[in-house]
C-alpha cells in the first residue's frame, strides 16, 4: 500500500521555468491538499480539492494551479517559478474533511529549488 | 479558522513524560482538536484527535479542559526518537486545515 506518492522528490529550476508536480494517492480518499514548507517554518496550505472535480483556494495560492485530474490524482503546477518558490512541497490525502476525519495522510515531499 | 498557540520549543530527556500544550482561545464549536507528529525530511503524521476531555492511543494522551481553549498533548516516558516538531491543529467542516508553526521537541540522553 503506497499511501500518497509524489513526484519527483527533488527537482531545480531556473526562474521563469514551468513544471508541474504530481501527487497520487490509492487509498480512495476524497480530499487532497498542496502544502508547502520553508526551512523552519510550518506547513501552508497552497490548494485544496474537496472533492473530484472541485479545487478551492488555500492560504498561499498565488503564483500556482492546480488539477484534480480524478479520484486519485492532484497535480501542483508552477507556470513562472520564483526564487520565493523554493520550498518542500506536501500532498496530502484524506477521507473526509482535515477537521472532522482526524487525518491527513502525507506524501514524503518533493523539494524544489529555484535559481 | 480558530487560531493556534503553542510553545516555539521544548527540552526533556529520553524516559520523562513531556506535555505540550496549546491555546486555542476561539475554537468554535463544531471544532476538532488535532495534533501531528513531523520528522526531518518527512511529512507530517498523525498522533490523536479530540473533542473534550481525555482520549488516549498507544501513542499519546489528549487533555481538553471543558472550556475547550487550550489541550494538552502527553507524551509519555519520550524517547530519542521522539525528537521532532509537533504541531497543534483546530479545525471543523472546512477543508482549510491550517497548521501553525509547531512545537519543536528535543529529546536528550
Known amino acids: 500500500n503506497a499511501g500518497v506518492t509524489q513526484t519527483p522528490k527533488f527537482q531545480v529550476l531556473k526562474t521563469g521555468q514551468s513544471m508541474t508536480l504530481q501527487c497520487a494517492q490509492d487509498m480512495n480518499h476524497n480530499s487532497m491538499y498542496w502544502y508547502r514548507q520553508d526551512p523552519g517554518m510550518g506547513l501552508r496550505l497552497i490548494y485544496y480539492?474537496?472533492?473530484?472535480?472541485?479545487?478551492d483556494k488555500g492560504e498561499v495560492p498565488n503564483g500556482y494551479n492546480v488539477s484534480r485530474l480524478n479520484k486519485r490524482e492532484f497535480s501542483l503546477r508552477l507556470e513562472s517559478a520564483a526564487p520565493s518558490q523554493t520550498s518542500v512541497y506536501f500532498c496530502?490525502?484524506?477521507?473526509?474533511?482535515?477537521?472532522?476525519?482526524?487525518?491527513?495522510?502525507f506524501g514524503e515531499g518533493s523539494r524544489l529549488t529555484v535559481l | 479558522l480558530a487560531k493556534t498557540t503553542q510553545p516555539i520549543s521544548m527540552d526533556s530527556y529520553e524516559g520523562q513524560e513531556v506535555n505540550i500544550t496549546c491555546s486555542h482561545n476561539n475554537i468554535a464549536t463544531n471544532d476538532y482538536i488535532t495534533w501531528y507528529q513531523q520528522f526531518p525530511s518527512q511529512g507530517p503524521r498523525f498522533i490523536i484527535q479530540g473533542y473534550k476531555t481525555k482520549v488516549t492511543n498507544e501513542v499519546a494522551s489528549l487533555f481538553i479542559p471543558a472550556d475547550r481553549k487550550s489541550s494538552t498533548l502527553s507524551l509519555p516516558r519520550v524517547s530519542l526518537s521522539d525528537t521532532a516538531v509537533y504541531y497543534c491543529l483546530v479545525a471543523s467542516g472546512s477543508f482549510k486545515t491550517i497548521f501553525g508553526a509547531g512545537t519543536r521537541l528535543f529529546v536528550k540522553a
Open positions: 496530502a490525502s484524506s477521507d473526509g474533511t482535515g477537521g472532522l476525519s482526524g487525518e491527513l495522510f
Open positions: 480539492s474537496a472533492s473530484e472535480g472541485t479545487t
